[in-house]
Structure formats: structure tokens, C-alpha cells
């Protein structure tokens, strides 16, 4: 849902209903894609910390009162222990009145830890008027998916017709363009200038424009192959809508002429969803609907898949795959379609998703749900690699080329992530990886750790210059840690000896702060001090000078590498990412903390000469 800038009065469009699981806490697990919107980056951050004082302190004591209950677990499901009127606050100038928030008992579990659930909506008992609108939409589509017949709808005012059928409760446009456009078109693929064929299709031209309570109509004509044809329209106004037409369009094609992935053969036998070819030929089909408006291709891997088989079965590992493709297709819904590639591997076309934030967060809510599944026994976690049309191309084998080396990166890079395709950072799609402009993050770990030893035998022969002058050194930096930015900073703090990437200003001078308080952040171990920060939002509270530094600069994540002599800060070396969280493997922060306490020792040593 997008949030609009507040009114005059202060207030936003509430939400439908947000159903959240919460920890003890008070930080949310799992939410619906509405609450990470409305949170924004501040998703770290206690529940209750986003309503009113009063009524935070009364919810931050019943989740402690309740989750910390040895019966917790025994409890009825679903059970109500606190219902509230209230408000909502995002931080950030955003507020939703009027709310209506219930906390219940649940029986879900987050590493062995019991979780409550929150239902938040913008007025009593609309939560579930809307879940049941929502049920009836889902069991409706899943009874058209049933038939092979294909849906018509005719616009009076517009005179757009179009045609579609329904799959596993999506729609497939199969047609959309004018009227006249598309009986012209079907006139010159099957019929030339058959008059009999025309005098029909005119009656069924009429009859749609007359806007007729009830069509049965029925055109009946050869093809130029000499095959007998006939196509019947069933259907009429619709009761209230009075300029739209809608109905069954039955045609009795031969097979050949029906797309393979509207076929029974185009199922995958395991989960019902569309098989590799099908996905592949409604891809290509769908490209040119879509007239440049953003959709993004998906590729997806279950993490460690084989050790799922190993250690459950088979049988346990085909209930793994079934509940990944039930989670998808419920996830994803009718803003786009998934497919199976085959054993753990799937796709989906997602083309009702307009933006990054608005992805991420789909993919957001994919992951925790799939992670609390099987809590006690293993975590259940996805790689995926992105590709967006038309950013990263027109064409199926490219989108799908970019999106497959994504995927490939976010697997080396440790797995359960998504990795969207940036041709900048990520280098083009062909050639060698090691003689690209940057070096890849589809290296394997062998090749990165070789790039490591390389970069310190670089800086400890020939010093600090290696780095602050060497550009192409520093953007492999960047590309192997997935950074946005990397900083040197040297003379206590007061001389930017180099600052690549793209900064919100150019030159960074910390002189604002000399101090450099890093409360909050968390602290590695070591002589050379080396700070962990994943977001900024942690430190808000402890450390609000720090916090705007940050904040100013755009900066969502960092390791910061601290040298000191004495008491005196003597070097910074910065590894920023914008805007966004990051959280790094313990074996990137190492490599890091290497780099940078090594730059940062050779920047004193260039000082002291």
C-alpha cells in the first residue's frame, strides 16, 4: 500500500489489516508488507515504541507478562489478552489514528522462543471482513483456474477487449487492445476476407457496443488452412457496471494454437506450478504487455538442500519443496506468477511490484515466514538472485543471464539473501569475472580470499598510496563486500585522503565530531579498534551526535576501522553502505577489519615521516 505525505490534520490511510508475530522484546519477527513500509528502516526498533507512551507501556507489559509465562505455551490459539485503540507513529512524519490493535496467543517459536501475534487494523472487526473478501477472491480464481475456458471483458467507453484464463488462481492475459485492432488481427491470421466470418463478427461487434444484458452468441467460419472454426460468446453487462461487458469467449482451436503454458502438460507433477519451458514461453509472451512498466525476474534456491534430504528423507524434503511453492505463489498472489526449474530450484515474474523497497520487503516477509516454519528442527532459507525489466535488458536469455549470476552471488556470499543485479557493481554477464572492470562477487571464496591476500601484499609493499591513489583498487573494494562506499580518513580525523563512491556530499570532514563516540556500535576485538554498526537506528537513543553524523551522510550500515596513538583517534578507514541495513558474515567483517586496520596502521606510518 503506499503510504501519501500526512494531511492537514496529521493522518495517513491506515492500514487494512497487519498481522505480526512479536518477540519478547516488543521487536517484530514476521509482519505483512504494509508495516514494513510504514516502519521504514526503523523495522529494528520495539513495537510499542511507535504508539502512544501510555498505550506502549501497557502492551510492552502484557508481552512481558504473557511470552514470559512458563503456560504461555498451553494457552488457547488464538486467544485475545489485550485489545487497544490507538495510534500509530513511523518516526518519520507519517501517523495512522484510529487503529485497533489486538495481541493473542500464538504457538509459533522463534529459535525455541514463544512469539505473540499482533493484528492491527484501522477500525473494529475490519480485519476480518477483509480476510473473508480476500478468502472469497482466492476461492473464486482457484475455481476458474479449473476450467480451460477463457475470460472476456469489453470496455463500452474505452473499447478495449480483453481476453484472459486463469492458473493456479492467476490470470494470464492472453489479449488487450482495442476491439476493432483485435478483430482485425484475428481476420488476417485465419480468415482473409471471408464474408461469412465477417457478417458474424459484426453481430458480435453489435452486441457488445449495444451493450446487451445477456450475449450468446456464436461465429462460426473457415480458416484460409481450410479448418472449420467456431468461437461463442456467452456472457453481458454487468449489474452495476453497466459499460463493462464480461463473459466466457469457448473457441474450438486446435491445440496448436493454444500457448503451451495454458496446457495440462505445462504443471509441474510436484507442486502444480508452471514447469521450466512454460514459465520461459509466458515470460517472452508477457514482455511485450508490458509496455516498459517495471517487473522483476526472480531466481530462487533453497538454501542446503541436499542436507535437508540427508538428514530428514525425501519424503520430508518433497513436503519442503510443496510448502516453498505454496508460500510463493500465496506471496506473490496475482502481481506476478512462479514456476519450478526443477528440484529445489524456482522462478518467479513478478509484474504488480513497482519499486525496490516495495520488492524487498515482499521478499522480506517471504523469508521470515519460510524461518519459523520448521523452528526447533532447521531454518528453512532462500537464495535469490534479481533481474529487473527494463533496467537489465527486453529479452528473456538476458534478464534471466543477469538474474542467474545474482543468484550465484548471493549463494558465495553466504546465503539466505537477495542479490538485485547492478551491471555497475556487478560487472556484465560475459567474460572472465577476474578481468572485469570490478571483481565479481560470483568469485569463489578461494578466488576472494586470493584477492585479500593480494590487496595486503599490495598495501604492505608499497603503502598506504596503493589504496588512496588506486581507484580501480578501491572499487573492487567496494564490489567485493557489496559496499556503497569506502572512506580513508587520516590527521585525526581532518584530512579525506579518499572517498569512493557516491556520498551524499563530497568532502566528508568529521572535524564536527573529535571525539569519535561509537556507543552503540558493537566492538571487535584488537589493539587497532575495529566497529560494527548494521543500523543506524541502533544507536539513536545512546548516541544522537553520532546518529546525526550518519544519518547526514546517508549512511544505514558501516565498519568503521579506528587506529589510535595514545589516546589520540589517529585514522579512520569506513566501509559504508546507503541507506539500507547490511549485515555482513562474521568472514567479511574479519576481511575488513584486516584491510582497514592495515590502511589504517600505514596511514599513521605516511603521517609520521
Not at 514470559?68 to 489485550?82: C, I, R, V, W
Not at 525476474?297 to 541436499?306: A, P
Not at 514456476?339 to 511490484?353: H, I, L, N, Q
Amino acid at each position: 500500500m503506499k503510504l501519501d505525505r500526512k494531511n492537514e490534520s496529521g493522518n495517513v490511510t491506515a492500514p487494512v489489516m497487519v498481522t505480526a508475530l512479536i518477540r519478547k522484546d516488543g521487536t517484530i519477527t514476521s509482519a505483512g508488507e504494509w508495516h514494513y513500509t510504514f516502519v521504514g528502516k526503523n523495522s529494528g526498533l520495539p513495537f510499542y515504541d511507535f504508539m502512544p507512551a501510555s498505550d506502549g507501556n501497557i502492551l510492552a507489559a502484557a508481552i512481558q507478562k504473557y511470552l514470559s509465562d512458563p503456560g504461555y505455551a498451553t494457552m488457547e490459539q488464538g486467544k485475545l489478552l489485550l485489545e487497544l485503540v490507538t495510534e500509530l507513529d513511523n518516526r518519520n512524519g507519517y501517523i495512522c489514528s484510529g487503529i485497533y490493535l489486538s495481541f493473542a496467543v500464538t504457538h509459533e517459536t522463534e529459535n525455541g522462543e514463544p512469539l505473540g501475534k499482533i493484528c492491527y487494523s484501522a477500525l473494529s472487526g475490519f480485519s476480518g471482513a477483509m480476510e473473508n473478501d480476500r478468502m472469497k477472491i482466492a476461492k473464486y480464481r482457484y475455481f476458474m483456474s479449473m476450467r480451460s475456458d477463457i475470460y472476456f471483458e469489453y470496455n463500452t467507453v474505452t473499447n478495449g477487449l480483453v481476453l484472459y484464463k486463469y492458473f493456479n488462481g492467476n490470470c494470464f492475459v492472453l489479449a488487450d487492445s482495442d476491439l476493432d485492432e483485435y478483430i482485425e488481427s484475428v481476420q488476417e491470421k485465419y480468415v482473409g476476407d471471408n464474408p461469412a466470418y465477417r457478417e458474424e463478427m459484426d453481430a458480435l461487434i453489435r452486441a457488445f457496443k449495444d451493450r446487451e444484458r445477456n450475449i450468446s452468441h456464436t461465429v462460426q467460419y473457415s480458416t484460409s488452412e481450410g479448418y472449420k472454426r467456431t468461437s461463442r460468446f456467452m456472457g453481458g453487462s454487468l449489474p452495476g457496471y453497466e459499460t463493462i461487458v464480461a463473459g466466457i469467449y469457448i473457441s474450438n482451436n486446435r491445440a496448436s494454437d493454444e500457448p503451451y503454458y495454458m496446457t495440462p502438460a505445462a504443471r509441474d507433477a510436484g507442486t502444480g506450478l508452471l514447469n521450466k519451458k512454460a514459465v520461459t514461453e509466458y515470460i517472452i509472451d508477457m514482455l511485450p504487455t508490458l509496455h516498459n512498466r517495471t517487473a522483476w525476474l526472480v531466481m530462487i534456491d533453497i538454501d542446503d538442500f541436499k542436507n535437508i534430504n540427508d538428514n530428514f528423507g525425501h519424503a520430508f524434503g518433497d513436503e519442503v519443496i510443496s510448502y516453498v511453492a505454496d508460500s510463493l505463489m500465496s506471496i506473490v498472489g496475482n502481481r506476478g506468477f512462479v514456476g519450478r526449474f526443477g528440484g529445489d530450484e524456482f522462478m518467479a515474474f513478478v509484474y504488480g511490484v513497482p519499486t525496490r523497497e516495495a520488492l524487498k520487503n515482499m521478499l522480506k516477509v517471504l523469508t521470515k515466514t519460510l524461518a519459523l516454519k520448521y523452528d526447533g528442527r532447521f531454518r528453512l532459507t532462500l537464495s535469490e538472485g534479481i533481474s529487473s525489466y527494463p533496467v537489465d535488458g527486453n529479452a528473456i536469455d538476458t534478464l534471466f543471464a543477469k538474474a542467474d549470476k545474482a543468484l550465484y552471488i548471493a549463494k558465495e556470499k553466504g546465503k539466505n539473501r537477495h542479490i538485485i543485479y547492478d551491471e555497475n557493481l556487478h560487472g556484465g554477464v560475459e567474460g572472465d569475472y577476474m578481468e572485469s572492470q570490478a571483481v565479481s562477487y560470483a568469485l569463489s571464496r578461494d578466488k576472494k580470499r586470493e584477492f585479500i591476500s593480494s590487496l595486503v601484499l599490495g598495501l604492505s609493499r608499497k603503502g598506504i598510496d596503493y589504496l588512496i591513489r588506486n581507484r580501480s583498487v578501491q572499487r573492487d573494494i567496494r564490489t567485493v563486500f557489496d559496499l556503497d562506499g569506502l572512506s580513508v580518513i587520516g590527521k585525526q580525523g581532518m584530512e579525506v585522503l579518499c572517498c569512493e563512491g557516491k556520498y551524499v556530499i563530497d568532502d566528508i570532514q568529521l572535524d564536527a565530531v573529535p571525539s569519535f563516540d561509537f556507543t552503540g556500535f558493537s566492538r571487535m576485538g584488537g589493539e587497532d579498534h575495529t566497529y560494527v554498526l548494521n543500523n543506524i537506528e541502533t544507536i539513536r537513543k545512546v548516541n544522537p551526535v553520532m546518529y546525526e553524523r550518519l544519518k547526514s551522510f546517508e549512511i544505514g550500515a558501516c565498519v568503521v576501522c579506528v587506529t589510535y596513538s595514545g589516546n589520540m583517534v589517529r585514522s579512520i578507514i569506513s566501509f559504508d553502505v546507503f541507506n539500507k541495513i547490511r549485515k555482513w558474515s562474521q568472514a567479511d567483517i574479519d576481511m575488513m577489519s584486516i584491510i582497514g586496520n592495515l590502511a589504517g596502521t600505514l596511514v599513521m606510518e605516511r603521517e609520521n615521516r
